[in-house]
């Protein structure tokens, strides 16, 4: 399936996540696209939200957060610095819940196959084309 949205804030892109997440299970990769300010982390926090789970931020410099509530467990990837093997930062040991990748173009080489695709395109200050498949 393939959609677009358009979304005229940042609660707008929460919301979009929100709904996007009924449909997650465990063992889901989803690969986020976007640059810099693009609303990834907002989506995101709009996905932890529908399973109970409050308190989001972008691991920039973790690399990887780990979320949990009895709804859900969620490893919330960032691969904007990453430039070596999966193996080195564990990536592999995270496999009994949902993956969500920022920044997935950074690792596309490296054979991670995707559930699902968010790609978020920054219009204007308010404005963001999101477009999930």
Do not use: Q
Not at 57 to 86: C, G, Q, W
């Amino acid at each position: 399936m393939h959609r677009w949205y358009n979304s005229g804030s940042t609660a707008e892109t929460e919301t979009l996540g929100r709904e996007f997440a009924a449909g997650l299970v465990r063992g889901d990769i989803v690969a986020f696209y976007g640059g810099l300010g693009a609303g990834k982390t907002a989506f995101i926090r709009g996905v932890c939200g529908y399973f109970g789970i409050k308190e989001v931020s972008s691991p920039t410099f973790t690399i990887v957060n780990e979320y949990e509530s009895e709804a859900a467990k969620i490893y919330h990837f960032d691969m904007y610095r990453i430039t070596a093997d999966l193996e080195s930062i564990g990536f592999f040991d995270y496999t009994d819940g949902i993956i969500l990748i920022e920044w997935f173009e950074n690792i596309e080489s490296f054979g991670i196959t995707p559930t699902h695709t968010v790609r978020i395109e920054y219009i204007d200050e308010n404005t963001r084309r999101v477009e999930i498949t």
